[in-house]
């Protein structure tokens, strides 16, 4: 089946939010209608850690999986002059892109694959600086991958690339990079490219932008055949995201607003190729499963580039033992009396307890010595099965430590990074970066929420603050963010009366040790959080039942609250 080609639009689709997404996603997307780019997004933060792993037992520092799906859609996407862009090189793109020829020779194909390079600072002399806490590492990288933008994507598939592989980039460059080849961008263009970063933040994550893990997720038909997105983007930076027809999952304002706000910190982006202002982006419906995304302001990028530091920390273990019943805190604190008379809390280099609300105790030790941190350890609980609380039984065996890693973010100056592209082989030159300067006209900043005053008086119902507000929430190395949005000014200007940073914490306790910084998005309806080490050193290090805190928006929507009546 052949598709009809529009050269006024550049139809960029997604089929991989993580390493892991759905294998048939990339077939789906080039049969399921016209496109011109096919993305995939492979690297979340975790994921360099999780190759570096692979890498040292003898596997391939990228992901096998990109190749499963290529083998799918290759010879479809030659035919129809489809391009793929993929961030599936990971440690390793140079020896990915030898892959996708080996696959593509077994297939009888023969496409020019290109490579992008530069990423890897692993081994440099880099000032180890943590970009969130300030603190020094004074541990050996284990990987060290700076954040390269869209320019190299471009100059690739300007030089002929029908396939380009990247190590560690944006996740925004993979759509940057094609809309930069389209409609040939300068530096200077930081309008357009802003609305690319926030094109390509948008799918990014996959069907996270047509309906998977939405708040309302009662309103999405279908969800378990939804689509993945695609971006309709336009010279201007202004797009469309939709779907391919008679795919499940929903796309309106409230899905794509929802991620927008997936793990942002400020009104301000930053990026390598801009810096995109998400308080000046306009959504509005255009037509079923279609919303037009414009407005999106840039500035200057800025002279630093963000390094993604990966070390081995050392071994963790976790025991998760229940309680029932009566007296659920007495028997917490029996279960921990006993546990570390056998083996003393105090000698491992840290201990998380925790116990939930629904009964888990869970006792997570995290120490530079495997033995210790493993059966040691869990034996120690073992052992306490006879001699402790009533009820007494684990969702865990006892086992060994596993290794852990700490994510730790550094700033680079940009000019020290250079990025190399090759096709096939040959090196493609790069023209050298412009002085792009100062934005003529700088929006202002987002306009402040109507005061508390404006909105008091008349009838309350209390109810969860969920049934009149969405949220999602996500990690950003140690930090979670926790956005809220809602669906008319008016309940806007309550909310953000309303929820305040100490409210926030009042309404989800976990929070109050934490520095909690809110910004205020009122183009979008929403405000954002940022809790600040809630992830203490990152996903793989977190003892938190939700490393990710994926969850932490909707513990928030089942939080009570008064709620204006004229508003329900």
Known sequence: MSHPVDRAVLRVANCSGFYGDRLSAAREMVEGGPIDVLTGDWLAELTMLILAGNRLKGRPGYAPTFLRQ??????????????????AGGLDPAGCADAVRELAARLGLSPRVAHVTGDDLTGRDLDLVNADTGERLTATPLTANAYLGGRPIAAALSAGADVVVTGRVTDAALVTGPGIWRYGWGPADLDPLAGSVVAGHIIECGCQATGGNYAFFQDVPDLARCGFPIAELHADGSCVITKHPGTGGLVSVGTVTAQLLYEIAGPRYPGPDVVARFDTVALSSDGPDRVRVTGARGEPPPDTLKVAVNYLAGYRNTMTLVLTGLDIEDKARVAEETIWARIPKDSFDQVDVTLTGHGLLRITVMD?????????????????????????YGLTPPGPASPYGVYWPVLVPASEVRPEVYVDGERVPLDAPEDVGEPTDAPPPPREPETPERLEGGASVRMPLGRIAGARSGDKGGNANLGVWTTTPERYAWLAAQLTTERLKSLLPELAPYRVDRHALPNLNALNFVIHGLLGRG????????????ALGEELRACPVEVPARLV
């Open 70 to 87: 290529l083998e799918d859609v290759l010879g479809t996407c030659l035919k129809r002059g489809i391009k793929i862009v993929s961030n």
């Open 539 to 550: 996903v793989a290090a977190s003892p938190r039942m939700d490393p990710q805190a994926k």
């Open 368 to 392: 530079a010595d495997q033995r210790k941190a493993g059966r040691a350890f869990s034996s120690a609980v073992v052992e306490t099965g006879l001699a402790g609380y009533p009820g007494f």
